[in-house]
């Protein structure tokens, strides 16, 4: 683990911290790593160990970053970064914009190619993601930018994950977001899950902004897209459940960049040994960050883009009772072990009714989320 960190930065920074509104979990060092997701299901189901954090990638077949840490802090509500990161020493960051990948007039292409494939195969819906690549002078410790994400989230949402588990061209890589989108989460036999599609840009004008809400909750197109993550979630959680509540119809959720289309979904499990990790894995990835059906979208992706790695994959904890809380890996940034640079990603679903002008301007709003917490 040899993320760059300033030397003056406090003791109690921790190497994986997930903050939610309900509750906070950080922690610090490793007494072992695991980068494949079973044979952490296996240590924590066995009680070996008291809990496993880090981050799954997008590809299910790339190796996992899981760590089993050695100092656990939990907390009741939302973290407050330290003050060294607010105002103090810690809080200056220079960031530049160093690359587009794919350009403009390419990931227009490749969303124009896709409306073209949907069209023409069984494919209904593929998420496409474009990255914005930003260098750091001096070089950035990751934990300000978790600092800034934090406090500029709507819902107080932050996470770090140290990806240096997952092999040697990770080491001290750090990503880094502020995900509105629930994967899963456990609380004892309570599974609830809150999955986001169907997004627009929010706007200045507050009598404008409500609009665009409202006019998302009526799109026949996002309804659409949205159902495909809604059903994805009911067909895995059925089985595993004797209660599925499932509303008919998603609610209108807002982070201070976008409005989205959620449903909340809550369930009971038929066997409570069944772990968080667990059902993050079976799980993941939605339609909601791959398309549906998951195999053929997974393969255009990996066919049409340079690889997300940990992007629009899952960070979250998993504790020996088996009770853990999942994020999708959105709105986030891969941070290079030695601070100088980052990755952010933002993506959109691609349906036959797309239109590319609108997507694209859809992952220029959702790249807010980062840019503006970098000063970008």
């Not at 790339?62 to 509500?77: F, H, N, S, W, Y």
């Not at 587009?100 to 190619?113: G, K, Q």
Request: proline share 7%; charged share 20%; glycine share 8%.
């Amino acid at each position: 683990m040899s993320a760059h960190r300033d030397p003056a930065a406090p003791s109690t920074a921790p190497d994986f911290l997930l903050s939610r509104g309900h509750g906070s979990v950080r922690t610090q060092g490793a007494r072992e790593t695991f980068t494949d997701a079973w044979a952490a299901i296996d240590a924590l189901k066995s009680g070996r160990v008291p809990m496993v954090v880090g981050a799954l990638p997008f590809e299910r077949d790339k190796p996992a970053a899981l760590t089993v840490p050695e100092v656990i802090i939990r907390e009741d509500g939302p973290l407050e970064p330290h003050a060294y990161y607010r105002f103090g020493p810690g809080s200056q960051l220079h960031a530049e914009v160093a690359g587009l990948d794919p350009s403009p007039i390419e990931h227009l292409r490749r969303v124009n190619a896709a409306i073209n494939t949907i069209t023409n195969t069984v494919l209904e819906k593929v998420v496409l993601a474009r990255a914005v690549d930003i260098s750091f002078d001096p070089p950035v410790d990751p934990l300000l930018v978790a600092a800034r994400l934090i406090d500029n989230s709507h819902n107080k949402d932050g996470f770090i994950a140290d990806l240096s588990p997952a092999g040697p061209s990770f080491e001290g890589h750090m990503l880094v977001g502020s995900s509105p989108e629930v994967l899963i989460k456990r609380q004892g036999s309570t599974v609830s899950a809150y999955p986001l599609a169907g997004s627009a840009p929010r706007l200045s004008d507050p009598s404008r902004d409500s609009a665009q809400g409202r006019t998302l909750l009526a799109s026949a197109k996002n309804l659409s897209e949205h159902s495909y993550v809604v059903n994805h979630l009911r067909t895995v959680l059925s089985p595993l459940c004797s209660t599925l509540d499932i509303s008919d119809v998603p609610e209108l959720t807002k982070t201070n960049e976008m409005w989205h289309l959620a449903t909340p979904i809550v369930g009971t499990l038929k066997d409570s040994g069944i772990s968080a990790l667990e059902l993050a894995t079976l799980t993941h990835p939605t339609p909601a960050v791959c398309g549906t059906p998951t195999d053929a979208a997974e393969a255009l992706i990996a066919s049409a883009e340079s690889p997300r790695n940990f992007y629009a994959g899952a960070v979250g904890w998993c504790d020996s009772t088996g009770d853990g809380e999942y994020m999708v890996a959105i709105r986030c940034a891969e941070v290079s072990g030695d601070g100088t640079w980052a990755r952010a990603w933002a993506g959109g679903g691609i349906v036959e009714s797309s239109d590319a002008q609108e997507e694209f301007d859809e992952t220029t709003a959702k790249l807010q989320t980062i840019m503006r917490s970098l000063g970008l």
